[in-house]
């Protein structure tokens, strides 16, 4: 017997994911006796605006901003913006809300200028600019970038009450990047056997510089010259920058100027006076690059509220530095059952995976919370959980849960 559409899949609303795939869910409005009398708004009694050189969002979007943006004081210009994920939707995110992160500035790079120089232990050291990358093969990475930082307020002990979620979990994004495959341009300079690290340094007056192995780099990374279909934006690399999929962001050098081949890690400021995980023992990971896997709901988020009891549809994001997300589940009775949520078609491995559950909501407070799974089976844990770990706010993929509040409110809670 086929079950009817409307099945709840887990406890206080959360319908089967069929409902998403296949139904509507009576949440419209009615037709207005002003639509039915063929009523003309202003907007369709004389023409429009003309023809733009560049394009830019409707005025009446001009909330949909990047949020929380900060330079640390005493720096040259350290600090970040971030995603407004809540006003978002999709796997791709539009250029100009890529989140920013700098440790100085954002350099003005006159791609004429600018050089990429492979050399260290290489046959041939070889020099590059944008014009002859241009000349060579090229992929594509539709995938995330996120920062190790991201979602590091979620580790303090209190639960901050104004918290949204892109000021907690703004610091990922995603993009297609287009590039050149770096084994390519290795395999041109001739790597010598004894080579087993890259160390990657970028063109800013910070000087950022990042040790990869060369496994890696052989593997998946790219020189991106390209992101959503135009050159890098100069915030995000411009003219060139290494991506690494799934990795943590600060490795991925913007403004990429050098590329080292060595036999050890260069220990550089970059990756000894952070970028390595405290551990509760005193002792310090280096080198955690893979991100783990991690979702959050986007909507119902804090600043979206809701407008009384119905059928509401819960979307978020998920991803994995590990591979593709295999499945997320969402729950509103604060992480007790759990319902399976639908995924959008593009489940892309290293990206971010777009899922929606529908909820029937009735009124009362309730603790909405998602959790994701990733190809290799690894679970996200339980925000208490991740913490047990770490003893530093790097690397944190714990849950998050929502409150929704009877009003319709909605804020950021620890269960
Ligand atoms: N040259 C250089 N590369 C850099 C940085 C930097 O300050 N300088 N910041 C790193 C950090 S910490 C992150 S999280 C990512 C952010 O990339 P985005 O600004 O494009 O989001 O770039 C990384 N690459
Ligand atoms: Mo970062």
New binding site residues.
Partial sequence: MPEPDNTFAAANGLLHRRVFLKTGVAAVGLLTAQVAAGTRDPWMKEPGAALGESGAPSDHESHVVRTGIGSQPGTTGSGASRTPLEFLDGIVTPSRL???????GIPDIDPARHRLVIHGLVDRPLSFDVESLDRYPRASRIQF?E??GNSGSATAPVAAADATCSSIHG?V?GSEWGGVPLAVLLDEAGVKPKASWVVAG???A?M?SRSIPLAKIMDDAIVALYQNGERLRP???YPM?LFLPGW???A????LRSLTVTDQPAMTKDETSKYSDLMHDGKAKLFTFPMGVKSVITSPSPGLAMAGSGVYQISGIAWSGAGSVRRVEVSADGGNTWAESALDAHVLPKSLTRFRSAWRWDGKPAVIMSRAIDETGAVQPTRVAALAGLANFYHHNGMQAWQVGADGGVTNVYV
């Avoid at 890529?98 to 100085?104: A, G, I, L, M, W």
């Fill in positions: 890529h989140f920013e992160r700098h440790h100085s970038l920062c190790s610091l994004s970028g063109a800013d910070a950022m915030a995000n690399g920058r943590e962001g600060n991925s050098v913007k403004w």
